[in-house]
């Protein structure tokens, strides 16, 4: 059974940078595309951006284009997201979660084995 774990989340100041990991373990990530989605409080769940099984296709949703980098390292069983320029309305929990392609995406329809969240906080 897949199991993903989300990382590197933080308290940034408006501009600054995050690098997001989600690390996966039991089933090899190789076989998945992964999503990364968020979560403010309040408001529903949005995709942010999917990364297909050999590193493309590679989407992202329009708030967070050009400032949001997703990649994969297979050998390391982990998917990043780089989050550059952050805003305030950044300032969500970030999950990650699998599918056997980004065809859920952003919605998150039939993506599974989602983590436990990280936190980000954009805050001056």
């Known amino acids: 059974q897949l199991q993903l774990v989300e990382s590197g989340g933080g308290l940034v100041q408006p501009g600054g940078s995050l690098r997001l990991s989600c690390a996966a373990s039991?089933?090899?990530?190789?076989?998945?595309?992964i999503g990364w989605f968020r979560q403010a409080p309040g408001k529903e769940r949005e995709g942010v951006s999917c990364?297909?099984?050999?590193?493309?296709?590679?989407l992202y949703v329009d708030s967070v284009k050009d400032r949001f980098f997703i990649s994969r390292d297979n050998a390391k069983q982990t998917v990043y997201l780089q989050i550059t320029g952050l805003k305030p309305e950044d300032t969500a929990t970030y999950y990650c979660?699998?599918?056997?392609?980004?065809?859920?995406?952003?919605?998150?329809?039939?993506?599974?084995?989602w983590g436990q969240g990280t936190q980000v906080t954009v805050s001056s």
């Open positions: 979660a699998a599918d056997l392609r980004c065809r859920g995406f952003p919605k998150g329809t039939y993506f599974a084995s």
């Open positions: 039991g089933v090899a990530v190789d076989y998945f595309a």
């Open positions: 990364i297909g099984i050999g590193g493309g296709p590679t």
